[in-house]
């Protein structure tokens, strides 16, 4: 079966070039060089490609992402994508430990916890009891200083345009899904929900623990419901807890990943940003809704 692989460079490093398109196409013995933004995605099938990290020995230009998929299928029906740092810029867990004074303390329990250190639920429910007493106005001025990353709003936007079904699922908690959700237009959120006193945190979050088997669960329940198969979803995220349906889905794709996600998962972002999943997809940019340019 015939696979395509798509070149997507960082225009701020400079255009991809017609003779570097060339010089990927030949070394995977490729055809049919397509582009999908000129000086920007490019894309070619082959019958034996190359592994990303391979290819991308044979471009001089430093900063291309290189995806890998098959030539079927390869428009998406399902989108489950994590949330901290990859659709928004923050761990807002992270974030809001600053309100309390323990973002250094939590961010270090946090960074091991998604490098695949820590059992996930352990460190969840350590971090949450440390901010036990904080007061319920931190979500929101944590709230407030939320950004998204670039081309998130692109994604999703086109996605649903061409019919996909998007969902949010994140093993951070409720309180930011359902905004990030209602903001760039989710079709569904799901986390863990954080309990308090009407007035502060009591350092306890809700069971069961939205961990790594549940974000693969939604995307099999959300294939099912379709009624396509795993093959038809694309899946994106950055950390440990991410990496049992990046493994599943059609198309995993890690975004500026922990080390441990990023040595098991082929097609990785590291140079360009969200709306490279729709150029792995063969959405050419002048079909982009709202492209941020």
């Known amino acids: 079966m015939s696979s395509i692989v798509i070149l997507v460079a960082n225009r701020q490093a400079g255009p991809l070039t017609q003779a570097e398109a060339e010089r990927a196409r030949d070394a995977s013995a490729g055809m049919h060089l397509n582009w999908l933004s000129p000086g920007q995605a490019v894309e070619f099938t082959t019958a034996r490609p190359l592994e990303p990290a391979a290819l991308k020995h044979v471009l001089t230009h430093q900063a291309v992402d290189v995806f890998v998929t098959k030539f079927r299928g390869r428009r998406k029906a399902v989108l489950v994508a994590d949330m901290d740092s990859t659709m928004v810029k923050a761990e807002t867990l992270d974030e809001l430990a600053a309100y309390a004074g323990l973002k250094d303390q939590i961010a270090a329990i ?40 670039p081309g998130a ?21 409720t309180f930011f899904t359902a905004r990030v959700a209602a903001e760039l237009g989710f079709d569904l959120h799901r986390a863990n929900v954080l309990l308090d006193n009407g007035s502060q ?33 694309l899946a994106v995220g950055d950390g440990a807890n991410d990496l049992a349906m990046l493994r599943e889905a059609g198309l995993g794709v890690a975004y500026y990943a922990k080390p441990v996600v990023a040595e098991q998962v082929q097609n990785r972002i590291e140079h360009t940003d969200l709306t490279s999943l729709l150029f792995a997809q063969g959405y050419p940019a002048s079909s982009f809704k709202g492209y941020e340019a």
Do not use: H
Request: net charge positive; proline share 1%.
């Open 110 to 149: 946090t960074r091991r916890s998604m490098n695949g250190e820590l059992d996930f639920a352990t460190a969840l429910r350590e971090r949450v009891a440390m901010l036990k007493g904080l007061d319920l106005t931190a979500l929101e001025r944590t709230w407030s200083a939320i950004e998204y990353c």
């Open 153 to 173: 709003k692109t994604l999703i936007a086109t996605m649903k345009q061409f019919g996909a079904t998007t969902a949010l699922v994140s093993g951070g908690f």
């Open 201 to 233: 945190l009591i350092g306890e979050v809700a069971e069961p623990i939205l961990d790594r088997d549940a974000k693969l669960a939604t995307l099999k329940e959300l294939a099912e419901k379709r009624s396509v198969k795993l093959a038809a979803t």
